[in-house]
């Protein structure tokens, strides 16, 4: 019989090891969404992921959006936007939240303009986060990009660069611009787990142009 991977239903996809499991398996809040055969892997517990992601308050409404085939490392962190404050006035404490008088500085005031709100975070596809990284609200993480451990990431990452650093910055990108052109086109990760499968040498190899010639012919 042929075998196509683990199944994405599959809460711990690593025999006997229970630190690792496919995310979207766990995830509990309506507003986190990842994508197939995405895993964490957890120096102390899997269920930390959703712990650590910060400050996500429902009546705020933004989504973290993960997509498939990516690697999560222990302690990575995503802070949303209820953890922003306004800028402009002398003071950036929330006095609004705590009411009792002090609301009335929201008085006819857009509360997105008074404690800013950047959008939703989203990781793209076959994306690597290294171990404690840190994503600030609202920030885009391309395709294929690699994001080294300990990192604080403030920008959006282009699709294939690898970045680090406090803040994190471009320190290279893994292929050309026309090959990064080519492989998002390809994009396998939105292939069936069949042809992922019978592809899979291509795939973990580094020929584009005889897996680009496989993606046009799947089509």
Not at 12 to 30: A, D, E, G, H, Q
Request: glycine share 8%; net charge negative; aromatic share 12%.
């Amino acid at each position: 019989m042929t075998t196509y991977g683990p199944h994405p239903g599959t809460l711990y996809p690593l025999p006997n090891y229970n630190k690792l499991v496919f995310l979207k398996n766990i995830i509990t809040r309506p507003h986190i969404e990842v994508g197939d055969y995405t895993y964490y892997d957890d120096l102390d517990d899997p269920y930390n992921f959703e712990r650590n992601v910060l400050y996500h308050f429902d009546f705020i409404g933004d989504k973290l959006i993960i997509g498939k085939f990516c690697a999560i490392a222990s302690g990575v962190k995503f802070i949303m936007n209820g953890a922003n404050h306004e800028l402009a006035p002398i003071s950036t404490y929330p006095f609004a939240i705590f009411g009792k008088g002090w609301e009335k500085i929201t008085e006819g005031v857009d509360l997105t303009e008074k404690y800013p709100n950047k959008g939703n975070t989203v990781v793209g596809n076959d994306v690597w986060i290294g171990h404690s990284a840190t994503l600030m609200p609202g920030i885009k993480i391309g395709n294929g990009a690699i994001i080294a451990a300990q990192s604080v990431v403030t920008n959006n990452v282009p699709d294939y660069a690898i970045v680090g650093g406090n803040p994190a910055r471009v320190i290279r990108k893994r292929f050309d611009d026309y090959t990064i052109e080519r492989l998002l086109r390809i994009a396998w990760w939105n292939w069936n787990v069949a042809q992922i499968t019978e592809h899979l040498m291509l795939i973990n190899a580094t020929d584009v142009e005889k897996l680009e010639a496989v993606a046009v012919d799947s089509q």
